[in-house]
């Protein structure tokens, strides 16, 4: 798409005068005089989750054990209450999303339900730039099965080593496929697949197919009734903006309930049965089935709170923004710093892309030093990529504007050279 941007700080201004997002700014909190960019690995804190999880403090505080009754069962029934709030951001039946685990933990419970490896059917196709948990998982499950992971993953590699073709996964589907599992959108370049291509071509030869929401949900709206993937998983700490280590969640289409959750626990018995305290397992005949152990409300909490913004606001206003504001970095990127030996590495088509941008430089690892002491917080991949997330809640233009006229700075004076080479941590 085309847009008459303009350079200057005026332009940034006004862009945000017109933004119809810009108020939602005062929801979060965000640190003074500091510009971030970062809501890709982390997002911000916000007042609504803040009031949310310390309501569920002082209901403790006040409750202890009766906490579970509280307003007719609503933290018992935690998973199913949240479940509502998700819904429309993946245009999903409610009684088919949970809240519960980790990404990994609810991939482990996935893959142990969906993947039942026969002889003629056994292979697993993912891509070879997912996100190193995916692949943990997925061999660790390859192994629980008794097969060699040697033999049975088939990765999709890439032509550039950015992005990977719907063509190239397409042309991997064959008879001995059992299961795929695909991230909606790259975590270093962040390229968004065509989802319902991908599912709908497994799906004509019967092979089961997952995402791996961990970069869409929360920026990008999803339609599971059109898409219909056999399941998928996702974070909340994204986009999401719901805390370090907050309940994940995961989705498990309708056709599927009668099938037996592959790891088993406690909530994910039937309500009615749960306290009969049966060993035999009586699993709900739902995506609750898949539950296990007890709700982390401490962790929900802040979920529940947070929704409340995209419910008010609607996921499709959200993408709109976003698109809009990678795009001015973009054309920032394009006009300001290509002199300066950064380039974009992510796809520029709008049906293309996800939320964050991937800037590569040569030295991009020290100048990602150079803009956290300039309280500029970016994120680094390796070998060479600022993953830049001007989030739609909570980033304004004048910040995106400012960014790069640092990032100018930074180069042009040679900043980056104080900083040794050595890797930390985490970044």
Known sequence: MNHDFQEGLNFAKELDKLDKLHY???????????????????????????????????????????????????????????????????????????????ITSNLHQALTTFYKPTKERYKIIIDELNFPTDIYAVKSIIELKGQNAEDTLVKVKSRDGRTILEEDIIALMKEDVSLILLPSVLYRSAQLLDMELITKEAHKLGILIGWDLAHSIGVIPHNFKKIAPDFAVWCSYKYLNAGPGATAGMYINKRHFDKSAGLKGWFGN?????????????????????????????????????????????????????????????????????????????????????????????????????????????????????????????????????????????????VYEKYSLDRVTVL
């Open 24 to 102: 939602l700014r005062e929801r979060f909190h965000l640190n003074k005089g500091e510009i971030y960019m970062d809501g890709n690995s982390l997002g911000l804190s916000s007042v609504d989750a803040e009031e949310s999880l310390l309501a569920a403090v002082q209901d403790w505080r006040r409750e202890a054990i009766k906490i579970w009754g509280v307003d007719e069962g609503r933290y018992f029934n935690f998973s199913k209450i949240i479940a509502l709030k998700l819904k429309d951001l993946i245009k999903a039946d409610p009684n088919e999303i949970i809240v519960m685990g980790s």
């Open 270 to 414: 039937k309500d009615e049965t749960q306290f009969l305290m049966s060993h035999n397992f009586d699993q709900d005949q739902d995506a609750n089935g898949w539950l296990l152990g007890t709700h982390n409300i401490f962790s929900m909490a802040p979920l529940d709170g947070v929704l409340n913004i995209f419910n008010e606001v609607g996921i499709e206003q959200v993408r709109s923004k976003s698109l809009h504001i990678t795009a001015y970095l973009m054309y920032l990127i394009d006009t300001k710093l290509s002199k300066y030996g950064f380039s974009i590495g992510n796809p520029r088509e709008d049906h293309r892309r996800g939320g964050h941008i991937s800037l590569e430089h040569d030295e991009a690892y020290r100048i990602s030093l150079a803009l956290r002491d300039s309280n500029v917080i970016p994120d680094y991949r390796e070998p060479n990529v600022l993953r830049l997330a001007p989030v739609a809640l909570y980033v304004s233009y004048e910040e995106v504007y400012l960014l790069v006229e640092t990032l100018e700075k930074i180069v042009l004076d040679r």
